[in-house]
């Protein structure tokens, strides 16, 4: 029985890892995108250099405004 629990145990701390490195991935890609549109890219631009449509990057964006605080996890707002 152990060595099922193990597998699961195994399975279950890769796949936590994999969401923590797209989490990684994906904060980069949103910093890469705020920091050229402060620099006046268009939007199309870096919706095409994101492969993303202009509703997506949009959105994306848009969720970027409340993330979670590094200390207890509740929503905290970018100001």
């Not at 848009?62 to 100001?79: F, K, L, Y």
Request: with cysteine; hydrophobic share 45%; net charge negative.
């Amino acid at each position: 029985m152990d060595k099922y629990l193990r597998n699961i145990w195994s399975a279950s701390a890769e796949l936590e890892m994999i969401q923590f490195q797209t989490d990684q991935a994906h904060d980069g890609l949103v910093q890469a995108m705020c920091e050229a549109m402060a620099a006046r890219m268009s939007p199309a631009d870096v919706a095409a250099a994101a492969n993303m449509s202009l509703s997506e990057l949009f959105d994306t964006l848009r969720r970027r405004s409340t993330v979670p605080s590094a200390e207890n996890n509740h929503a905290v707002h970018d100001s």
